[in-house]
C-alpha cells in the first residue's frame, strides 16, 4: 500500500520543476492542474506531462485553480500589485473575463496582505467571494454575474481601513487591535455538487487571545442558496 507511482519537482523553471506549487486540482479526464509561478502545469492521468500553460506577462501568482468545463477558474496577483482577481483562462492559458477584482486600498501592503480570491466551480457556475468579503456570488463561466447569495456572519464583521502609512513595516506588531476587527472568508467549497461550505475565521477579540483566531462553517444549498 502507498506505492509511489510518479514524482514531479525540483528547483528550476524546466518542465516538471517547480519553483513554488500554490494549489493543484484534478479535472473531469482525471488530470492534475498544478500552480505554480508564472505558469500552470497540466499532469496527463498516465503520470507524464501533458502540457504547461504559460501566464501572462505581469501575472505574479496564482493563489488557486480550477478547471471547470473548458475554462480555468483562477485566482491569481499581478505585478504593479493591481490587487487580486479571479479570472477565467481557457484551456491553452488565454486569460478571459475578469470575474471578480479584489477592491484594494491606496495600495497598502498589509491590506492587501489580508486579500484574498476564494471560489468554487460547479458546471457552468462559479461560486466566488474575496476573504473580506460577504456575502458570496455567483457567475457563469461567460463572466455573466447572477445572485448574490449569504448573510454576513458575526464574525466577519466590517473592516475598518488605517490611515495611510500606520503600521507600515510593522504589520504584525502594530496593526494587532486592527487586524482583530474583522474576519476573512478563508475558503470556499463545493460538496456532491449540492452542497456550499463557506469557511470563515475571526481573530480573537482580545489582545493576547488564545487561540489568536476561531473558525466557522456555513452551509448553503447548492440549489436554493438558502
Known amino acids: 500500500s502507498g506505492r509511489l507511482l510518479r514524482s514531479f519537482g525540483g528547483p528550476g523553471d524546466g518542465p516538471g520543476e517547480f519553483r ?8 473531469a479526464e482525471g488530470r492534475l ?20 500553460l504559460l501566464l501572462p506577462e505581469g501575472v505574479e501568482m496564482l493563489w488557486d485553480i480550477e478547471p471547470a468545463g473548458a475554462s480555468m477558474v483562477a485566482g ?3 505585478w504593479p500589485i493591481a490587487g487580486p482577481s479571479i479570472v477565467l483562462y481557457d484551456r491553452s492559458g488565454a486569460p478571459g473575463p475578469i470575474l471578480m477584482e479584489v477592491p484594494e486600498v491606496d495600495q497598502l501592503p498589509y491590506v ?12 457552468d457556475t462559479v461560486f466566488a467571494a474575496s476573504s473580506t468579503s460577504y456575502p ?11 445572485d448574490t447569495f449569504g ?9 475598518t481601513y488605517p490611515e495611510m502609512g500606520a503600521y507600515a513595516g510593522s504589520r504584525q506588531v502594530l496593526a494587532g487591535e486592527w487586524l482583530r476587527t474583522f474576519g476573512t472568508v478563508h ?36 440549489w436554493t442558496l438558502e
Do not use: C, K, N
Open 136 to 146: 458570496l456570488r455567483t457567475f457563469r463561466l461567460d463572466g455573466t454575474p447572477l
Open 187 to 222: 475558503s470556499v467549497h463545493l460538496l456532491q455538487d449540492s452542497l456550499i461550505v463557506v469557511e470563515h475565521q475571526r481573530r480573537h477579540p482580545e489582545p493576547g487571545g488564545i487561540p489568536p483566531w476561531s473558525y466557522y462553517l456555513d452551509l448553503y444549498d447548492r
Open 151 to 159: 448573510s454576513r456572519p458575526p464574525s466577519i464583521g466590517e473592516m
Open 33 to 52: 492542474w498544478v500552480a505554480g509561478d508564472p505558469r500552470v502545469t497540466v499532469i496527463g492521468s498516465d503520470f507524464t506531462l501533458d502540457s504547461i
Open 20 to 27: 513554488r506549487i500554490a494549489a493543484v486540482a484534478w479535472d
Open 112 to 123: 492587501l496582505g489580508e486579500y484574498r480570491p476564494r471560489f468554487a466551480a460547479s458546471g
Open 76 to 78: 491569481e496577483r499581478r
